[in-house]
């Protein structure tokens, strides 16, 4: 792997039709227009269009999503290359890291920083107004992403890999607690939520839908009948094979390779991953073609973003319980097709 280009210093946040220091007009230096940003898959990057006096891209940047700005004139990478590739954007005391797209450049030299991340990504990341950040660019960008189907019609982002519903989308009501620990991964543990099961509708929508209300019943029973600050497990897979993030945090740690502590399994609460499969599955093997690719998907993507293999074991592995089920049977062949 060769380094193209990084810079270590102070951080600063821009973006979004908050950011007061913006002009209303302003654009942005790595994008003529919207037009640019959407051929390059980052359509997702802006918020619908802004009426007057609101009009620049620049304020139309989602402050959620996770981009930044850097003095590219002192990187002597091309503007074109710089447009469609992501970097590394890591929290130089702690270590975590998410990856991030450019899309403009700044800050200037006499403002003592080196970068500007949107909020979200600042956040994510745990950082503030000049604590310090590493951006890197290495030549690994442009094949990141190609194991998975969408790669050559969709940029890679912080979250490449299957489809994954935020807690935001999904409409998860906030902890109880500002933010989990989080710990370098070891393993993965599966289970199954034993709900009723049903088959996968037929209506993509649909699907959804009922996905999203299966997360928000989950975490309610979590944290009203169990007593815990938030969802148990980091991950949801409905019949139909909808991946919903559980636990906050859970995705922004996973980019980092890291596991945001949890409440599914003990024993493996602080760097084991817990992925549901949506479903009763204790007296029959019911999980759908559908779950499984994703669930396959979902596997192989942590694993490549902890950088190394991970152990995978169903929830009775760690204590006396029915769960998964019978999708403990089927372990082994999980091992063999993400390790494959």
């Keep these: 792997m060769q380094i193209l280009f990084r810079v270590q210093g102070k951080i600063s946040t821009f973006g979004g039709p908050k950011d007061t220091g913006m002009k209303p007009t302003e654009g942005l230096a790595l994008f003529s227009g919207q037009q640019d940003m959407e051929n390059l898959g980052l359509g997702d990057f802006l918020l619908p269009p802004a009426q007057s006096p609101f009009p620049g891209l620049g304020r139309r940047l989602d402050p959620k999503k996770p981009y930044f700005a850097c003095r590219w004139w002192q990187s002597g990478l ?16 702690s270590g975590a890291r998410m990856r991030a797209r450019p899309v403009d450049s700044g800050p200037a030299e006499s403002t003592g920083r080196v970068a500007d991340l ?19 660019i290495d030549d690994s960008t442009s094949e990141f992403g190609s194991d998975f189907s969408h790669a050559a019609t969709s940029a890679p982002t912080a979250f ?73 497990q980091h991950f949801t897979i409905s019949q139909g094979g909808i991946i919903t993030e559980g636990r906050h945090g859970t995705l922004a740690a996973a980019t980092a390779g890291h596991v945001v502590r949890g409440a599914h399994a003990p024993g493996a609460n602080d760097d084991w991953w817990g992925i549901e499969i949506a479903g009763n599955h204790v007296a029959q093997y019911l999980v759908t073609d559908q779950q499984w690719a994703s669930l396959v998907a979902l596997c192989k993507w942590l694993t490549r973003l902890a950088g190394h293999a991970l152990q995978i074991e169903p929830h009775d592995y760690f204590v006396p319980t029915d769960c998964p089920g019978k999708i403990a049977d089927h372990i082994d062949d999980l091992r063999a097709q993400v390790g494959g």
């Design 78 to 93: 091309s503007r074109d290359f710089l447009r469609s590739t992501w970097a590394w954007i890591e929290n130089s005391q």
């Design 118 to 136: 949107s909020p979200g990504l600042a956040a994510a990341l745990r950082l503030k107004t000049d604590d310090v950040c590493t951006v890197t």
């Design 160 to 232: 490449s890999g299957p489809k994954v519903y935020t807690t935001a989308e999904w409409g998860a009501v906030p902890a109880m607690v500002s933010f989990f620990p989080e710990k370098p991964a070891v393993g993965i543990v599966i289970h199954n939520t034993e709900y009723p099961n049903r088959p996968p509708f037929a209506d993509p929508e649909a699907e959804k839908a009922a996905a999203f209300a299966n997360a928000r019943t989950i975490q309610l029973d979590h944290m009203n009948n169990r007593g815990w600050s938030d969802t148990g």
